[in-house]
């Protein structure tokens, strides 16, 4: 298992911006893909965007355009900058380490960054 740790969460005005980070207890080179999912008060868990070892990645409808995540593997951390900012992106933002093979809730899981989206 790795650890994960988020941060970059907080208050927001719409239309503005925040990048997350992931950081990771050790390399993730090997990870099959991290990913960073949400969730809102009353609503499931749902992925926003995933990228994988090789750097294929993978959008929510609703994040194409506005989202973008990316990875540096030399400091074991996933971003994911989020632009455009609408209060309906108001969540607890999780960063997900997959296993290959398995489904993501399986992997590991951070403990979550805020994100706040309010005029």
């Known amino acids: 298992q790795v650890q994960l740790v988020e941060s970059g969460g907080g208050l927001v005005q719409p239309g503005g911006s925040l990048r997350l980070s992931c950081a990771a207890s050790r390399s993730i080179v090997s990870i099959y893909a991290m990913g960073w999912y949400r969730q809102a008060p009353g609503n499931q868990r749902e992925l926003v965007a995933a990228i994988t070892s090789g750097g294929s990645t993978n959008y929510a409808d609703s994040m194409k355009g506005r989202f973008t995540i990316s990875r540096d593997n030399a400091k074991n951390t996933v971003y994911l900058q989020m632009n455009s900012l609408q209060p309906e992106d108001t969540a607890v933002y999780y960063c997900?380490?997959?296993?290959?093979?398995?489904?993501?809730?399986?992997?590991?899981w951070g403990q979550g960054t805020q994100v706040t989206v309010s005029s």
């Open positions: 997900n380490a997959q296993t290959y093979g398995l489904a993501p809730k399986f992997g590991s």
